[in-house]
Nanobody, 116 residues
Framework: QVQLVESGGGLVQPGGSLRLSCAAS????????MSWYRQAPGKERELVAA???????HYADSVTGRFTISGDNAKNTVYLQMNSLKPEDTALYYC??????????WGQGTQVTVSL
């Protein structure tokens, strides 16, 4: 069974940066979409950024210009570079990979806390 493992979360001061990584434990055939979601306490999970297999990307309005998603389909890895972090970015961040067959794979999440 494929598992996704996130890393790179932690505590950072406002204005700081973090880089999240997500790797699959086994090869996922034909990944169509790589994405990052986040869920803050008391809030619903929301899409932060997505990368389509052709290379196009999509960002939530709240992170546009500050976050960058990148990935390598062949290596089954996806990254999220987060700059100019704000306290409202505090959340549990999850990666997700979707295969061309429509199968979704989720990670367990990595905590990002932005605070003085």
């Amino acid at each position: 069974q494929v598992q996704l493992v996130e890393s790179g979360g932690g505590l950072v001061q406002p204005g700081g940066s973090l880089r999240l990584s997500c790797a699959a434990s086994a090869s996922i055939f034909s990944i169509s979409i790589m994405s990052w979601y986040r869920q803050a306490p008391g809030k619903e999970r929301e899409l932060v950024a997505a990368r389509i297999s052709g290379g196009s990307t999509h960002y939530a309005d709240s992170v546009t210009g500050r976050f960058t998603i990148s990935g390598d389909n062949a290596k089954n890895t996806v990254y999220l570079q987060m700059n100019s972090l704000k306290p409202e970015d505090t959340a549990l961040y999850y990666c997700k990979m979707r295969s061309s067959w429509g199968n979704d794979y989720w990670g367990q999440g990595t905590q990002v806390t932005v605070s003085l």
